[in-house]
């Protein structure tokens, strides 16, 4: 089992920046994948960016924009926002996989606006 716990959401100004992390339960490297979904005004859940071993793969509008890291130490994860645009407001949430099962955190708001 694991636990996800997002945070670090809020409002920011187009061209922005922000940083929303995840905190997981289990050491990140026992993770199969971990990344990151947002889910705008629809009811899909779209992906965003995952990180397998060492590659991360982005959805292609955030490309050059947003980058994840990692922070072993504290089995998080982190995710970079900069050049913010409206249509990056979401909520976003942290995924994970482990032991062939999906698990996902609570989800953090992020707002885009002036």
């Known amino acids: 089992q694991v636990q996800l716990v997002d945070a670090g959401g809020g409002l920011v100004q187009p061209g922005g920046s922000l940083s929303i992390s995840c905190s997981a339960s289990r050491p990140i490297a026992s993770m199969s994948r971990m990344g990151w979904y947002r889910q705008g005004s629809g009811n899909q859940r779209n992906f965003v960016a995952l990180v397998i071993g060492n590659n991360t793969d982005y959805v292609r509008s955030v490309k050059g924009r947003f980058t994840v890291s990692t922070d072993n130490t504290k089995n998080t994860i982190y995710l970079q926002m900069n050049s913010l645009k409206d249509e990056d407001t979401a909520m976003y949430y942290c995924?994970?996989?482990?032991?062939?099962?999906?698990?996902w955190g609570q989800g953090t708001q992020v707002i885009v606006s002036s």
């Open positions: 995924y994970a996989d482990f032991s062939g099962q999906r698990y």
